[in-house]
């Protein structure tokens, strides 16, 4: 594609996702579906040039103003995803004369705002718990994520997997904490692939992979993933248990469970049962009372922990979203601790950074059920054999009371997990 097009093509793109009326990925999604003559290296350009800009919105904005031309062509100039010679011969005389003085401003020149490109809400939550490594974390969250993988131990080894990928040009090393996982190096095309087709592995967040284990669920058990969403984790759970016993995914969106269909089907699992929900007190809820070994609730939430893949979820969400989230997690928890028989585990969790969503939600749920004591997730990960169990966790008395990750410590997205045991 001529330069002039991509860049404009790229214009339009930034146009649509910053009307924030859906999520980013949608808007790219059915921006190429609606551009089926684009390449592979075109769509690419695009994303990651729409991302960018998702990124360094703060002071991108700071910058434009000193530009000429529609603003989102400006921004698209500046948050431009590929040579620098490339996208100058896009531009005219006038528009190079500007990105050249804006490339030779100085981070060190720049205000606060415009160096961590976060909402002004969202700064002090995140300084009051990292201090100094607030500004390591802006910088992880502004380089956007690695890919993960975690390999179908119910079909195959790690091992044979890592093998099979090098064959064909895909370098895949052990991911440092779950023994489940392979993390590879850029974004090879995968969907295709003769192992992901025959579902020995799926792409999945090492921290996701980790919340998965903490359920520890076994051979022949009854579990409850409440909140399943797209499946990753139930997939996980029910290779754990051998695809032995009854898995049930339950969630509120009967469209995420018809898509989640395709994946368990190549996951060779016939343990998983996914049933939609109309919400937590569903009569299909109340009939396991009781009857439960283990239940996942890996609640939904503002998703500020994955800033790195979903930069557009910081200029969507606001203080009222948070407060509202917070009402809806405290609910699911507590109707999903009802399916638990005595001796069951109860494995709360998110993908949020901020402690509303966390921290609180368990010490409250701790406080109201005196029946549920708290497991420290340092000992769960320990008796697993997990590598470094000590450094992913935090709080209570010995600093292992909750998994608290972090993408600039441990290069997952942001995660959270508390534990508890029925009495």
């Given amino acids: 594609m001529h330069p002039k097009a991509l860049l404009e093509a790229c214009a ?36 990651e040039t729409v991302y960018t800009v998702l990124r360094k919105k703060l002071l991108f904005d700071h910058l434009a103003p000193s530009g000429s031309g529609p603003k989102e062509r400006r921004l698209a100039i500046l948050g431009f995803y590929g040579p620098g010679d490339f996208l100058r011969s896009a531009l005219t005389e006038q528009e190079v004369k500007w990105l050249d003085q804006c490339e030779q401003v100085s981070p060190k020149d720049l205000m606060e705002r415009h160096r961590h490109n976060l909402p002004e809400w969202l700064v002090q939550p995140l300084k009051d718990q990292l201090g100094l490594e607030f500004w390591p974390l802006v910088e992880t969250l502004n380089q956007g994520a690695g890919l993960d993988l975690r390999v179908n131990t119910f079909k195959v080894k790690r091992a044979d997997v890592q093998k099979e990928l090098a064959k064909t040009g ?24 003769e192992a992901f087709v025959r579902g020995d592995f799926e792409v999945q967040d ?95 939430c503002t ?32 109707s999903a601790s009802r399916l638990l028989k005595s001796g069951g585990r109860l494995v709360y969790a998110t993908c949020s950074v901020l402690q509303q969503e966390n921290e609180a939600i368990a010490e409250a749920f701790s406080a109201a059920n005196p029946d549920f004591c708290p497991l420290a997730v340092g000992d769960v990960l320990t008796g697993l054999k997990l590598d470094g169990a000590q450094s992913l966790c935090h709080g209570g008395e010995t600093g292992q009371l909750y998994l608290r990750l972090w993408p600039h410590r441990h290069a997952t997205d942001g995660f959270f997990a508390a534990v508890w045991e029925r009495q």
Wanted: hydrophobic share 40%; net charge positive.
């Fill in 12 to 47: 339009e793109l930034v146009r649509l996702t910053l009307k924030f009326d859906h999520p980013a990925d949608a808007i790219v999604s059915r921006f190429f579906r609606e551009h089926r003559g684009l390449g592979p290296r075109e769509r690419a350009t695009m994303a």
């Fill in 170 to 193: 895909i370098k895949a090393v052990n991911t440092p904490y779950s023994p489940w996982g392979l993390r590879i190096a850029g974004k090879p095309a995968l969907n295709r692939h």
């Fill in 206 to 300: 090492e921290g996701s992979q980790l919340l998965a284990m903490l359920l520890d669920a076994r051979r022949g058990e009854m579990v409850v993933d409440f909140c399943a969403g797209a499946g990753g984790k139930t997939l996980a759970i029910g290779a754990a248990m051998r695809s032995t016993g009854r898995l049930y995914a339950f969630d509120t969106s009967a469209h995420r469970l018809d898509a989640f269909k395709s994946r368990l089907k190549r996951s060779g699992l016939s343990n998983v049962h996914p049933a939609a929900i109309a919400h937590e007190r569903d009569d299909r809820v109340k009939r396991l009372t009781g009857k439960i070994d283990r239940v996942l609730v890996d609640a939904p």
């Fill in 303 to 334: 998703g500020l922990g994955t800033l790195r893949r979903n930069p557009d979820l910081k200029w969507r969400q606001n203080l009222q979203s948070v407060e509202e989230m917070v009402v809806k997690q405290s609910a699911i928890l507590q």
